[in-house]
């Protein structure tokens, strides 16, 4: 045990977190050149695209260290967004030190701060190390500087490194060595492990992913999960190879691994909970898993109408792998029969489109992203509602509360009133500013959940020319002013675009929504109204003029072939659109109003 | 005997038109007896697989069949009288250039046999006539049509164009009005559209000044109501002609008369299968008739086929005509396009007849994507 290291890597997008994972598989000599896959660890093609992880990963490396012992090393990849907040702290609660990766030239930031005060909240042991210095305008001694004053931590002795090209990368290794304390336990005692994360294999079914604390985890064993109270016999104990798992017999107290016990749903196996065995259960559980709860929620809908079911299959697939997904039927006047998702945030619920879309091949027209009202009515009850359908009818509405989050924006100062502006602009209420350095400031503002999952990110980016990076936090519910704000379109309501929105932006909102599907909607034979409102007050009017001419002017002899096949694109077009009474309505009118902010 | 129509395709130009997307060369001059010579083998090799059939239409168009010498024409046309069975009344017609004919060339013409002759006019305004690159002017245009009223051409038709980049509906008024006036037995009007692969489609000054739909159907509406003031039918979307001189070549195509097209990239249709020539003129010369695969016409395109052709013409189509063809009533083929089409106002019922309306001649795309 005293030659294990359990360890994570911290950093923020971009600082390099992936390439030095691989740097330092590559160094404890367990893949050639050849092999290295660049950036083992982020296995899926959206996480290699994005630079981000996804899902947790796990690789055990040896080292023989300058006092000539060899050393385990367990390196848990921990998900980088705050989307999967809970994922991380699991992820570090499997582990005693955390590296803290931070680029020579940008510094500290936002995202990586939250992470590094999670890692500190579970006791772990942060090794700070400065990447990329072999950048033009890498400023170590600044960045040394700023880590101390802005967490607090001694970071005179952090290595200097580039992942990159290799530089430091042993100083890394004999860092870790030095600074991470070797895992304590009971090695004699009740088996107790902790599920820091799953996977889904077709063949074996359940792969959990464990940290041992106390006891040996054997093949064979019958083991039991505390919080979802199921029983099982492992099939199978291994290790993590880069790229691949190496069956082992028994994983001992303070390693890393994982089992199989042909279990067929992740739901069995959630990140946090406890393993022991069935014959002597442990009773000192670990604080117990949350359930994952959905802060985001969208319905998506087939492009296609006939590919519902490759739709539900998809789900069902992406959900033995991702417990946090959500997902139920729904049917929809204007889109047909889909699915309402819930999401853990905004991130994840992008990432659950994209791989859809990318790894089911679905073209899906996704609704407008909404949150968790609280809605009481005169009945007495208490309503949780996502889908602007469900809005109750206002009469009845003795109170309503929103989702409200800390939202935690760092941005270069020469924005700061753009981005102001901005968060005032959606009911943001300001709560402190500082700077972390001359020119970079922190803006902390209180905002409602729904004003920034519509397009806040992107005004944001655009405002900031991509300077500024966000973050958030749910704090809880307040009371507030809600209002459902249809949308009619030839006088008809289309169910897909209404939205739950607070009264005062309603106007506001309706106006843009209207102004968007003017460019949307078709010409028909017949003028088109599309009006957006509340209750039965119009708080937004424009108009399709009617098309006057859709002619062939000249069809002769070799015209008619060539025409037909115009003639038939135009059908194709038109069988493609979605019905709303009389109108035909294209999937882009959909997905036009998810981009309010853009011209 | 089945009826025929022959199109005969010379592709060359004097100048090539910005807005013109048909196949045709400006120059070329060495290549034009050469060419005569290919298709009139062309036509020679194919009379066998059509003896059982009466050439009803024969129509020379192009690019500017008038660019080849009058005798070069008569020769193509007396290829087709000397291999095919020609009907009595056959209407013969070469499409003109106000700019390329003279007395003498006419005279050749007619006495070859031609009997209709149809010029590009486009519009009697010299400026709109330059902007769109016409070698020729209104005064030109006036001329030529008197030119071959004199000729002895019993048919005389004259090509306009509205929507022109700068047109405004009096500019195309004045050039209704002029032609209306002239010794002529049809008139097209044709809306310009900027056809893909043209240098109009590319021209952003030319493109913003084209009138908008709305001005587009001014135009149009202004000239359907003049032309019928002046006696000029309204028998097709685009065409217009005196009692008795549709143009019976263009109707074929609009009933599925069968036809075969020799010469480059001519299209035929025959036995419910489309097909054309090499769009390659040095093969062509060379001899290369081969028909080129275009579509085979199932049971059900040739029905659609039918209602989207037919109903191109005013009166649009005959129910018991589309029984005969194809041994079905059309409501239970196109019911529900038909209903719905009725009841929006595109369609009418003037039994035994199905036409568009009014409004329908304005949307018709949209009414025939439905069928397709």
Known sequence: MQNIRNFSIIAHIDHGKSTLADRLIQNSGLLTEREMQDQVLDNMDLERERGITIKAQAVRLIYRAKDGQEYVLNLIDTPGHVDFNYEVSRSLAACEGAILVVDAAQGVEAQTLANVYLAIDEGLEIVPVINKIDLPAADPPRVIKQIEDIIGIVASDAPLISAKTGVGIEDVFEKIIKDVPPPSGDANGTLRALIFDSLFDSYKGVIVFVRVFDGVLKKGEKIRFVGSAKDYEVVEVGMFAPGNFIPTDQLTTGEVGYFTASIKNVADTLPGDTVTTTHNPTDRPFPGYKKATPMVFSSIFPADRSRYTDLRDALDKLVLNDASLFFEPVTSVALGFGFNCGFLGLLHLEIIQERLEREYNLDLVCTAPSVVYKIYTTDGQNKEISNPADFPDPTLIVKMEEPIVKAEIILPSGYIGAIMEICQGRRGVFVSMDYIEADRARLIYEMPLNEIIYDFFDALKSRSQGYASFDYELTGYKESALVKLDTYINREVVDALSFIVHKDSAIERGRKIVEKLKKEVPRHQFEIPIQAGVGSKIVARETVSALRKDVLSRCYGGDVTRKKKLLEKQKEGKKRMRQIGSVELPQSAFLSVLKLDED | ?372
């Open chain 2, 1 to 372: 005997m089945m009826p025929l129509s022959i199109y005969i395709h010379i592709p060359f130009c004097v100048t090539k038109c910005g807005y013109c997307d048909f196949l045709s060369f400006c120059g070329r001059l060495e290549a034009h007896e050469p060419y005569a010579e290919a298709i009139i083998a062309d036509i020679a090799a194919c009379a066998k697989d059509f003896t059982g059939h009466e050439v009803v239409t024969v129509f020379f168009g192009g690019g500017t069949p008038t660019v080849l010498a009058a005798g070069q024409l008569g020769r193509i046309l007396g290829t087709i009288m000397d291999n095919y069975t020609l009907a009595d009344d056959a209407s013969i017609t070469t499409e003109a250039n106000p700019d390329t004919i003279d007395d003498a060339y006419l005279t050749v013409l007619r006495h070859a046999g031609f009997n209709r002759i149809s010029f590009g006019v486009q519009s009697f305004n010299d400026d709109l006539l330059a902007k769109i690159g016409r070698i020729h002017n209104a005064e030109k245009a006036v001329r030529a049509v008197h030119l071959a009223a004199r000729a002895g051409f019993d048919d005389i038709n004259i090509d306009l164009m509205f929507a022109l980049p700068h047109q405004s509906i009096s500019d195309f008024e004045q050039s209704v009005d002029v032609a209306v006036k002239l010794p002529v037995t049809h008139i097209s009007c044709y809306a310009l559209s900027a056809e893909d692969g043209t240098p109009l489609a590319t021209n952003k000054d030319l493109l913003r000044a084209m009138p908008d739909d709305t001005a587009d159907r001014a135009m149009y509406h202004l000239a359907a109501q003049k032309l019928s003031a002046h006696g000029f039918e309204h028998y097709e979307i685009s065409n217009w002609g005196r009692p008795g001189r549709h143009c019976n070549h263009n109707i074929g195509y609009w009933t599925r008369r069968e036809y075969i097209g020799f010469g480059l990239g001519a299209h035929s249709l025959v036995q419910d299968r489309r097909f054309c020539r090499t769009t390659n003129l040095e093969d062509y010369i060379k001899g290369n008739f081969f028909p080129i695969h275009l579509e085979d016409i199932t049971h059900q395109a040739a029905m659609a086929e039918f209602v989207i052709l037919g109903l191109r013409l005013v009166r649009g189509i005959d129910v018991n005509n589309f029984r005969q063809c194809f041994g079905q009533n059309i409501e239970h083929v196109f019911g529900h396009q038909l209903e719905k089409f009725v009841k929006n106002g595109l369609l009418a019922i003037d039994s035994p007849n199905i036409k568009l309306t009014k409004h329908g001649r304005d949307l018709s795309n949209a009414v025939f994507a439905d069928f397709i």
